[in-house]
């Protein structure tokens, strides 16, 4: 598993939010997913930012280190004068440098095995550390065929 590396500016992410329990993340992500793909996400996107968006964001944010819960956030990238849905909402996150990592397989299960794969493999042996800021799965929607998905860890180096 090799990452590529990204120094990203910052980011404002508008979109719905469910707090998790981290047992909980193998069943209840896909399903909010499902959820909200049934609602008309999508759609929601497009409306948000005027055409179809170029990615969507799973993130999880606001992790609560003594219940082991987290939010998870599936969203699109706006800018600071977008309306945002009520229900939903709109988080601004700072400039970071992240290790990319590509997902390869069916999803959602790739996913899952990835994300073990680096934190359990690769971040260990890294040379660098979690960083404090919200890790997400992009997904990319060029190829209507095909969804690619990578997961950016947000990093710093080991001291």
């Known amino acids: ?5 990204v120094d990203h500016p910052g980011f404002r992410l508008v979109g719905r939010a469910l707090t998790i329990r981290g ?5 209840a992500v896909p399903a909010f997913w499902d959820r909200c793909i049934g609602e008309g996400i999508f759609e929601t996107f497009a409306r ?8 969507s964001y799973g993130l999880v ?3 609560d280190e003594v219940t082991g819960a987290w939010d ?8 600071e004068t977008t309306e945002v849905p009520e229900g939903w909402v709109a988080r601004d996150y700072p400039a970071r440098r992240y290790a990319v990592f590509a997902v ?21 042996n890294s040379g660098f550390v979690y960083d ?6 992009r997904y990319t929607h060029e190829d209507p065929a095909a969804l690619a998905c990578e997961i950016w860890i947000p990093i710093r180096p080991v001291r």
């Open 23 to 27: 047992d909980e993340a193998g069943t």
């Open 48 to 55: 948000i930012c005027g055409e179809e968006p170029p990615a």
């Open 104 to 124: 390869e397989g069916p999803i959602p299960q790739a996913i899952q095995d990835a994300w073990a794969a680096i934190l359990r493999n690769w971040l260990p």
């Open 132 to 137: 404090q800021c919200p890790s997400f799965e």
């Open 72 to 79: 998870y956030i599936i969203g699109v990238e706006a800018d």
């Open 1 to 5: 598993m090799t990452p590529r590396y």
């Open 61 to 63: 944010d606001d992790a």
